[in-house]
């Protein structure tokens, strides 16, 4: 199987892609993005235009957008420059960014209230936190939830099935995994299945190629590895990470701990 990777992106922008555990924030060129659904939900931002997302048989434009987990939509940029941030359920930043949305259409919100602030983007951990503008009053994630997201987040390849954390959990298989939904907004398997994609994308700041990146994320192919990086995106792994400096952070607050720089012309 051959990936048609279509253009690379531009390679003036200094597109950069941070990643942490359960987290990550991409912050660079506007991408030409297929329909896709995430695995966690997607704090979009036009940097310097709005955006018209596609859902269904609905289409809105926007400068800010919170695209729920396991949401099958197209998003057209009109500008030249997006943040994408891809929020862990596993913390109560998602709900926080949630509260501050004005508008719903569809399962999508818009219209954050302190929009023109997301458009100044400093370090990634202060633009998260104006994303979030909260107190942090909000409630946690049920602790058995909680305990599941981590464990995968720490070891995604690990083999413990979603009965392994139900019985640790003292509950029935189908009443964890429809608990964890229900906490999450999105599936044991998509959960998983986002940590694989953090676990490679961190293999490749050490130096790896997408061959092994895909290796050491548990898949069983470059190709399998692709495949489910564009349904998740809407952008195939190599279009993206040949013109993305990607910085890693082994905790939960980013630093700048290792990086792959793309390659510039002369």
Do not use: N
């Not at 069983?220 to 990470?241: I, T």
């Amino acid at each position: 199987m051959t990936e048609t990777a279509g253009p690379p992106l531009s390679r003036t922008c200094y597109a950069t892609l941070w990643l942490w555990p359960g987290r990550a924030i991409y912050r660079g060129a506007s991408l030409q993005l297929d329909t896709h659904s995430g695995s966690v939900a997607c704090l979009a931002v036009g940097v310097d235009a709005a955006f018209t997302v596609h859902v269904g048989r609905v289409s809105f434009k926007a400068r800010s957008a919170l695209i729920p987990a396991r949401t099958p939509h197209r998003l057209v940029a009109h500008g030249a420059e997006m943040i994408f941030a891809y929020l862990d359920p596993g913390t109560p930043l998602e709900r926080a960014c949630r509260r501050q949305m004005k508008m719903h259409t569809g399962p999508i919100a818009h219209g954050h209230r302190h929009e023109d602030a997301l458009l100044d983007f400093e370090a990634p951990e202060a633009w998260l936190a104006k994303a979030a503008a909260t107190e942090g009053r909000d409630a946690r994630l049920d602790p058995r939830v909680r305990a599941a997201a981590a464990a995968i987040v720490r070891d995604p390849c690990a083999a413990e099935s979603a009965a392994f954390f139900a019985e640790r959990a003292g509950l029935s298989t189908s009443r964890f995994l429809h608990l964890f939904q229900q906490e999450t907004s999105t599936t044991f398997r998509r959960y998983r299945l986002w940590a694989r994609m953090l676990r490679a994308g961190a293999a490749l700041t050490r130096g790896g190629d997408l061959t092994s990146a895909a290796m050491d994320a548990g898949f069983s192919s470059s190709a399998h590895f692709s495949s489910a990086f564009h349904a998740m995106f809407g952008v195939p792994p190599s279009r993206l990470y040949a013109s993305t400096r990607i910085v890693f952070a082994e905790s939960a607050a980013p630093s700048e701990v290792a990086r792959r720089e793309p390659e510039r012309r002369g």
